[in-house]
């Protein structure tokens, strides 16, 4: 069974960092280009965070820019999203989602629909990351 499994998710004060993991299950994530999403209450689900399967491609969002930092290490099947400087308005709940193989290929060479949750195939169920004092 093919499965994303986020962590590292919790209440941070405004100023503070928290790092997220992704660890998949079931298949190997070498082959996939990973995202992170994010989801307020009230609010649709946006894309923050990008990384090409070997990881030498990152993109972000804006709001998450200088801020941010999309990792992963294909050798122990797991991504990453390190969050610095959180603000009130980070508070969501994170999600990771995978690419196949095929639509990570294409989203290496255009970039144009990855921050659109309905390209991606595997979805964790979430972390909840609140920043508030």
């Known amino acids: 069974q093919l499965q994303l499994v986020e962590s590292g998710g919790g209440l941070v004060q405004p100023g503070g960092s928290l790092r997220l993991s992704c660890a998949a299950s079931g298949f190997t994530l070498d082959s996939h280009a990973i995202a992170w999403f994010r989801q307020a209450p009230g609010k649709e689900r946006e894309g923050v965070g990008w990384?090409?399967?070997?990881?030498?491609?990152?993109n972000y969002a804006d709001p998450v820019k200088g801020r941010f930092a999309i990792s992963r290490d294909n050798a122990k099947n797991t991504a990453y999203l390190q969050m610095n400087s959180l603000k009130p308005g980070d508070t969501a709940v994170y999600y990771c989602?995978?690419?196949?193989?095929?639509?990570?290929?294409?989203?290496?060479?255009?970039?144009?629909?990855?921050?659109?949750?309905?390209?991606?195939?595997?979805w964790g169920q979430g972390t909840q990351v609140t920043v508030s004092s």
């Open positions: 989602a995978a690419l196949t193989p095929l639509q990570s290929l294409a989203t290496r060479l255009c970039q144009t629909t990855i921050w659109s949750s309905q390209a991606y195939t595997y």
């Open positions: 990384i090409s399967e070997s990881g030498g491609i990152t």
